[in-house]
């Protein structure tokens, strides 16, 4: 089976631009998660879609972070307008369904470097 | 607010050494911890899980326990391989059905 699919893999841009990720789960899988990895951190959770419902986005900077789900499959997340702190890789992860009994598959990730 | 911490922060072995890496949380109130691992450029690919009412996993060279009690898991890794470099994280989930991450351990197995 396919594994989770993110692009760009490498995106650098300046200050106060903006900037779209995009992520396409493992067919079939309900759930899908957004996490910010800055280097030397471990993964936070951005925001987890449930189909295209929003579950969790308390972690989400809202004042220039968002994103969508449209029909419950692939999923975009926008930065505007980029810091230099937001510079960090972004993983997308899925899974087959909510809670502790689901695994997360994770994508390889879109590393962003703000200047 | 739950913590995750992960001590080494690095290591380094050489190759055949069997060693530990160790993981620590705060809050004791977890549904599962899973070990992953994560290559340079790619996303983590999950090693093993453990439920709360589990002591330990096994899978292949590796080994997790889980002593909820006091907060810490170790992920024992035996016969060390150069193909076992990488960074391991841990992640815990509790009540908010969140994985909380620690910073992750990077384990470097010279040949």
């Known amino acids: 089976e396919a594994g989770v699919a993110q692009s760009p893999r490498y995106k650098i841009i300046e200050k106060r631009q903006s900037v779209a990720f995009w992520c396409n789960p493992i067919?079939?899988?309900?759930?899908l998660y957004w996490y910010q990895q800055i280097l030397g951190q471990g993964p936070k959770l951005l925001i987890q879609f449930q189909n295209n419902g929003v579950v969790d986005d308390s972690q989400l900077p809202k004042d220039r972070f968002s994103a969508e789900r449209l029909k419950g499959v692939d999923s975009t997340l926008k930065i505007q307008p980029a810091k230099l702190e937001d510079s960090a890789v972004y993983l997308c992860a899925s899974s087959n369904g909510q809670g502790t009994f689901y695994e997360q598959y994770f994508g390889p990730g879109t590393r962003l470097t703000v200047t | 607010k739950q913590e995750v911490t992960q001590i080494p922060a690095a290591l380094s072995v050489p190759e055949g050494e069997n060693l530990v890496l160790n993981c620590s949380f705060t809050d004791s109130a977890i549904y599962n911890l899973q070990w992953f691992r994560q290559d340079p450029g790619k996303g983590l690919t999950s090693l093993l899980l453990?439920?709360?009412?589990?002591r330990e996993q096994t899978s292949g060279r590796l080994n997790a326990s889980l002593d909820k009690s006091s907060g810490r898991s170790t992920l024992y890794i035996a016969a060390s391989q150069p193909g076992d470099s990488a960074t391991y994280l841990c992640a815990v989930e509790g009540g908010s059905e969140k994985l909380v991450f620690g910073k992750g351990t990077k384990l470097t197995v010279n040949p």
């Open positions: 067919s079939g899988h309900a759930t």
């Open positions: 453990i439920q709360s009412s589990q």
